[in-house]
């Protein structure tokens, strides 16, 4: 998943600081007993040049081991920037919430 991220990827949830790329990989190894299902509904793709946003409706059902699964839906906008290696995500907002 980290090849999709930009270096200097910032990712922005309610409630907490913006964070990046090691914060990401440190909470999804935290989770890696969890399943998870999702719907993507996208609404939008525009890509500019070598930039690109996608803002799409998504629900998340996030099932942890021996505990009630938890559903989340919402919107995301992601600002994507293409590099030699292809499209990589350079800031990403998750207005996920509880259903």
């Given at each position: 998943?980290?090849?999709?991220m930009a270096d200097d990827v910032l990712f922005m949830v309610p409630g907490k600081e913006p964070f990046g790329k090691d914060v990401f990989a440190a909470s999804s190894q935290g989770m890696k007993d969890v399943q998870m299902e999702g719907v993507t509904d996208i609404q939008e793709v525009t890509v500019l040049g070598d930039w690109a946003w996608t803002?799409?409706?998504?629900t998340v059902t996030?099932?942890?081991?021996?505990?009630?699964?938890?559903r989340r839906r919402g919107y995301t906008m992601s600002i994507w920037r293409k590099q030699p290696s292809g499209w990589?995500?350079?800031?990403?907002?998750?207005?996920?919430?509880?259903?």
């Open positions: 998943m980290s090849r999709l803002r799409i409706h998504l996030i099932i942890p081991p021996n505990a009630k699964p938890m990589v995500i350079f800031r990403d907002a998750n207005l996920l919430t509880a259903e």
